[in-house]
């Protein structure tokens, strides 16, 4: 008998991310495959033919939420006849064990097996399907392919996957060894995006200072300088930078390189040289804080931005007020800060996770509330001033006003006669709070 095929042409689909930056570009290219096959991107889920879940692992607490997110898709399937398929980070995880658990599932692919999608769609899922395999190469997508969500700001993956096995940390697990794209397809990507007209790019990758052109060896600066080069592109950005590999070469190409924005997320996780030591950071308190004097003592406008767990196995109280002493002594311009959470397969697993789910909750709202209090100041002493933004759109809360970033990544709402999304805006800043800039636009 022959195998009965589905033809992707006008089959609607929908795509839902859970987690980093580098889920929202593997979503984008996702959609870009499904699309030039003929199928037609849908905001909507219940309208949808082929719902797509991109999935999350870093911590529990993600998890859950794609858990609580998959029992609503359960009971819309009941109504609807639809393909559901999970990828991503939990995907690679649990792979077969997955479609065993839930039923309503009809396929599961890890990170590296997005090119296999079109084809399990149009094999019509009469058998459920899963792949996990690894890839020892990064798997390019052609760019053309990629559907992306702005046309103003763009992803570019540059490199993939962990060797650094921080103890706390799923990812070395969910996406493998460090990857990297050949530089050769990453500058040509960068160029196509260029003459679309796109103004801001965002280098992704889990450790991007490690990065290395399989062809030739060379090494992140090297990149930044010829992503430099591209005409049109006016602001690039990287994400996320590790410590222990962000050398003074990398921080004088900053600085050298006039595209690439004086902003650097730096992520410290802990201000205690102990703490560190165990989480496997490679790095002491007094390492990180030499990198900082260097690189503001090079850039003094630098906008600096970290990471922070609180709770981890065995932090002391005195071992947690050195991450409040390390907050307060470097100011970030914006911290993301998490309670621990034990994953499976990391080293910190075998540890007891003894600090207390209340003690957990009081540490990271001090660390909030102290930060909050920083970021205020630090805002506070921007009113008055006049800075470029990035106009990315119209303010979600009120639709007259338009919402951008400064280079130093930093949200700022305006006032706007004209209509300059899209565009790059001198904007006199009036006001503020904690988390954004407001203020007006100078030429009216
Ligand atoms: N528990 C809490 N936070 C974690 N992160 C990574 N793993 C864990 C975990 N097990 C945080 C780190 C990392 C960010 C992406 O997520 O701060 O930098
Ligand atoms: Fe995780 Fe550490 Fe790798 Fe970052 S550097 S992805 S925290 S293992």
């Known amino acids: 008998m022959e195998k009965s095929t589905r033809n992707l042409k006008n089959l609607k689909f929908y795509v839902h991310t859970f987690?980093?930056?580098?889920?929202?570009?593997?979503?984008?290219?996702?959609?870009?495959?499904?699309?030039?096959?003929?199928?037609?991107i849908s905001s909507s889920p219940e309208e949808s033919d082929i719902i797509i879940v991109n999935t999350c692992a870093v911590r529990k607490k993600s998890e859950e939420k794609l858990y609580s997110y998959l029992g609503r898709l359960a009971s819309s399937k009941k109504k609807k006849k639809r393909t559901i398929g999970?990828?991503?980070?939990?995907?690679?995880?649990?792979?077969p064990e997955l479609l065993e658990k839930k039923?309503?599932?009809?396929?599961?692919?890890g990170p590296d097996n997005y090119n296999l999608i079109t084809e399990i769609i149009q094999s019509n899922h009469e058998e459920k399907f899963a792949s996990t395999s690894w890839s020892r190469e990064y798997k390019e997508i052609p760019h053309e392919k990629i559907f992306r969500e702005s046309n103003i700001s763009a992803y570019v993956t540059i490199m993939e996957g962990c060797n650094n096995f921080c103890s706390y940390c799923i990812v070395p697990f969910t996406r493998g060894r460090e990857k990297c794209r050949p530089l050769q397809k990453i500058?040509?990507?960068?160029?196509?995006?260029?003459?679309?007209?796109?103004?801001?790019?965002?280098?992704?990758?889990?450790?991007?200072?490690?990065?290395k052109d399989p062809e030739t060896e060379k090494d992140f600066s090297?990149?930044?300088?010829?992503?430099?080069?591209?005409?049109?592109?006016?602001?690039?950005?990287?994400?996320?930078?590790?410590?222990?590999?962000?050398?003074?070469?990398?921080?004088?190409?900053?600085?050298?390189?006039?595209?690439?924005?004086?902003?650097?997320?730096?992520?410290?996780?802990?201000?205690?040289?102990?703490?560190?030591?165990?989480?496997?950071?490679?790095?002491?308190?007094?390492?990180?804080?030499?990198?900082?004097?260097?690189?503001?003592?090079?850039?003094?406008?630098?906008?600096?931005?970290?990471?922070?767990?609180?709770?981890?196995?065995?932090?002391?109280e005195k071992e947690f007020k050195e991450t409040l002493s390390i907050l307060e002594e470097v100011r970030f311009n914006n911290i993301f800060s998490f309670r621990y959470s034990p994953?499976?397969?990391?080293?910190?697993?075998?540890?007891?996770?003894?600090?207390?789910?209340?003690?957990?909750?009081?540490?990271?709202?001090?660390?909030?509330?102290?930060?909050?209090?920083?970021?205020?100041?630090?805002?506070?002493?921007?009113?008055?001033?006049?800075?470029?933004?990035?106009?990315?759109?119209?303010?979600?809360k009120a639709p007259r006003i338009y919402s951008g970033r400064n280079e130093g990544y930093q949200v700022v709402n305006f006032k706007s006669k004209n209509d300059v999304i899209g565009c790059f805006v001198d904007v006199h800043i009036t006001s503020c709070g904690p988390y954004s800039l407001h203020g007006e636009a100078t030429k009216q």
């Open 187 to 211: 500058t040509q990507e960068i160029q196509n995006l260029a003459n679309k007209g796109y103004k801001e790019i965002q280098l992704l990758g889990q450790n991007v200072n490690s990065y």
């Open 19 to 40: 987690g980093c930056q580098m889920n929202e570009n593997d979503s984008e290219r996702i959609a870009g495959i499904l699309s030039t096959a003929g199928g037609k």
């Open 86 to 95: 999970v990828v991503g980070c939990v995907a690679q995880l649990y792979g």
């Open 222 to 316: 090297v990149l930044l300088k010829e992503a430099n080069r591209i005409i049109a592109i006016e602001w690039i950005r990287f994400i996320t930078s590790h410590p222990k590999n962000f050398t003074k070469n990398i921080a004088e190409t900053m600085k050298g390189s006039e595209k690439v924005c004086h902003q650097l997320h730096l992520p410290v996780q802990s201000g205690s040289s102990s703490v560190l030591k165990r989480m496997n950071r490679g790095y002491t308190r007094e390492e990180y804080l030499e990198k900082i004097t260097f690189l503001r003592d090079l850039m003094p406008d630098i906008s600096l931005s970290t990471d922070i767990i609180v709770g981890f196995p065995g932090e002391t």
């Open 343 to 396: 994953r499976p397969f990391t080293g910190a697993y075998k540890e007891k996770d003894n600090v207390s789910f209340e003690e957990k909750k009081r540490r990271l709202i001090e660390v909030q509330n102290l930060q909050k209090k920083i970021q205020l100041e630090l805002n506070e002493s921007t009113i008055g001033k006049v800075m470029k933004v990035l106009c990315t759109g119209k303010s979600k």
């Open 103 to 109: 039923s309503f599932i009809d396929f599961v692919l």
